[in-house]
């Protein structure tokens, strides 16, 4: 029994091409998309995608127009939700990153590589701000010849887990 696709409604369509220029950096842009997407999606409060929509448009207007207070609000009610996806964590990140609030994009980062730890926008921010695993043995130091191997060592067992907190 073959499974018919539905045509994206219109509030869809709206919310993917504005999430589209969200990734490409062109929070602007995408205000207007998203905008008309919030507008049209009343039509359909339980679409899958409603609370993905409010974390892209939160992202698009703190780092749009530099709408931070609000932005903030979305990203952290669309994360909030039962509906649960590593971007909306990474999209939270980037806001704190512009509120210069390190420690909560760390620990956003780290929930969203543990909800996809395949996660690779999410590994690179981590990397970019300097997040690393703390060493095995807490009391020597990392560059200590016994933590560099048990940490090779951990490594090759467990791969490159998300930094604990």
Known sequence: MARTMRPPSAAERWYRHGAELVRAG????????????LAYSAEEPEAPW????????GLALAL????????????EEATSGSTLRSDMFTNLARVY???????????????????????R???TMLGE???RRPPVVRFLSRTNPINRALGAM???LFGSAPPTL
């Open 121 to 123: 926008e999410a590994w």
């Open 129 to 131: 701000l300097g997040v």
């Open 50 to 57: 409603t609370a993905l929509l409010r974390s892209y448009y």
């Open 97 to 119: 990153l512009r509120l210069a609030n390190r420690r909560l994009a760390v620990e956003s980062l780290v929930t969203a590589l543990s909800i996809d730890p395949k996660n």
């Open 154 to 156: 951990r490594h090759r």
């Open 64 to 75: 749009g127009r530099g709408e931070l207070a609000r932005g903030r609000r979305l990203c």
């Open 26 to 37: 062109r929070y602007l842009e995408a205000i207007e998309p998203l905008e008309q997407a």
